[in-house]
């Protein structure tokens, strides 16, 4: 539980990481030699500090003395100050400004709602590179004052913030590759679009638990906007329709999806949820956390026999479907097949218009007006 009352960052160093209450010699910067501060000054004569701080809970309001953090603290490279009573950006910036080699910094439930931030103090962040602002109400305002001035940053953490729109900044930043906006309350894919246009270096997007009903851009519009994405976590999201899925094929370096609790998916069985969509995904190698070797060619057959069961106005636009285990190999024009039997290595999978044959024991459909003919 955090203390109540209003201690300084100094303050709270000294007592954790005195050599009473933390006597023992962990790695690098323990056993730190600094000298006495100032009469009436917290800070000892010897601390083991650690390089990763860890500061959760511990009723920090102020920074304290800065030439006492800038002669304790100058090796530490990760500080954690969630769950504190930081509501001034200048205090913090206080901290941060001097600790030299500071790369991560966590301010996680720490109310800075209605804190602002000048350019100045913005500026003594430009070395971090991990950044966790979760439950904080940050504005869009702040992070915009704050990003210029964070030429570094990788990741950027802003959970449960109560977001329902993305104010758009004039410039992009391509230095970050991971964005966690989990715990919100997004709804429309126009401000994930804003997204993509603000940060095209993204490698990771977290959307979990947002009420994101659909994904509107096109599949040539998804492509541009995020070039670089490799995974992208939709769990909990209210997306209805497998267009939405078939879309996720657009990022042209997707290798993982996470898909759990979506609203479309909620009347499959866990077979069906997961062997539809990997044979709608064909670039992944994970969904949901767990790998797709060795699966995809089962699932590629399973939604085959499962969509000849299925209503016309029931079936997917275009799906490209290739069996690989079989040393059978018959040509046919390349847009004109649907669904071969299982001993064909090539499967091309279109709109379904006309039924063409059955003789093989599966439906075989056709589009335009090429027929293959198989021996």
């Known amino acids: 539980m955090s203390d109540t009352r209003g201690r300084s960052f100094v303050e709270v160093i000294c007592e954790k990481y005195s050599p009473d209450n933390f006597p023992y010699r962990r790695g690098m910067g323990i056993g730190i030699q600094i000298s006495s501060g100032p009469q009436g000054s917290p800070v000892k004569a010897r601390l083991n500090l650690p390089a990763i701080l860890v500061l959760d809970g511990c009723g920090i309001n102020t920074a304290g003395e800065e030439s006492d953090i800038a002669a304790i603290c100058s090796h530490v490279c990760e500080l954690d100050l969630s769950n504190n009573n930081l509501q001034d950006w200048y205090e913090i910036s206080k901290i941060v400004s001097n600790l030299a080699n500071l790369t991560f910094l966590n301010l996680t439930s720490n109310s800075l709602t209605g804190a602002t931030l000048d350019s100045t103090y913005a500026a003594s962040f430009s070395r971090i590179q991990r950044l966790v602002l979760n439950n904080t109400k940050i504005s869009w305002e702040i992070i915009h004052t704050f990003l210029p001035e964070l030429p570094r940053l990788e990741e950027l953490f802003l959970c449960l913030n109560d977001y329902r729109t993305v104010l758009l900044s004039p410039c992009s930043y391509p ?189 075989i459909y056709v589009f335009e007006e090429n027929i293959a003919n198989f021996s």
């Open 175 to 363: 230095s970050l590759r991971l964005l966690h906006i989990t715990d919100n309350n997004l709804t429309d894919w126009a401000e994930l679009h804003k997204l993509g246009q603000m940060f095209p270096g993204l490698d990771t997007l977290i959307l979990a638990n947002n009420p994101l009903s659909s994904i509107a851009d096109s599949q040539a519009t998804l492509a541009r906007l995020f070039p670089n994405l490799r995974s992208i976590n939709l769990h909990n999201s209210g997306l209805s329709s497998w267009d939405d899925i078939d879309k996720l094929k657009a990022f042209p370096k997707l290798e993982e999806v996470r898909l759990l609790g979506i609203s479309l998916l909620q009347n499959y069985s866990e077979e069906e949820r997961r062997k539809l969509v990997i044979a709608r995904l064909p670039s992944i190698i994970l969904l949901n956390g767990s790998k797709v070797a060795g699966e995809r060619i089962d699932a590629e057959r399973f939604f085959i026999r499962y969509y000849i069961k299925q209503p016309d106005d029931d079936l997917p636009e275009r799906q490209v479907i290739q069996i690989k285990d079989s040393a059978h190999c018959h040509p046919f024009p390349t847009t004109s097949t649907l669904l071969l039997p299982c001993c064909f290595k090539v499967y091309l999978f279109i709109r379904l218009k006309n039924i063409i044959s059955n003789e093989y024991g599966l439906t």
